[in-house]
């Protein structure tokens, strides 16, 4: 009833149609799941209230997420293993593990530099993500494949 209403306040928020209608959508997930009584027409300003609170925390985790990421990849070429070889094969070697970063998907990529440069274990990976260890364990030799294509050419 109020779907398209919050949707639009949302986006108003963060100018982002598709993350706007994923929080719309979780909002009234989350009542449905949690059997929450809640009256379209008395408690709207309840669902603008938690559409709000909902909006700010995954702006807040998307900011945190790219700041990391951002961090993160210029380091990555610095850990490549020293090469005693000449410079240019370095940074060669530098620039397609940061090409081969750069085409994973974002989870593939989070999980394996969370695994590789911060030393954690699949299961400390996937309680700081919230999934599964098996997911982990996906993400990161999904990885790793995409870093042997990409070395190997």
Known sequence: MHFDAIRRY???????A?????VAQDLFTRIW???MDIDPNTDKALLYKMASDMIVTK????????????????????????YNGNNTEYNELAKQY??????????QRIA???????????HEISQRLNISVKAVEKRVSGALEILRKKLSD
């Open 18 to 22: 598709d993350l706007a209608s994923d």
């Open 10 to 16: 949302l986006y108003y928020r963060c100018s982002d």
């Open 112 to 122: 394996f530099l969370l695994s590789r440069n911060e030393n954690l274990k699949y």
């Open 98 to 107: 940061s090409d081969a970063l750069v085409s994973m998907p974002e989870k």
């Open 33 to 35: 799941e949690k059997g």
């Open 59 to 82: 702006l807040r985790r998307k900011k945190v997420e790219l700041n990391y990421i951002s961090s993160i990849v210029p380091d990555d070429i610095s850990h490549i293993a020293r």
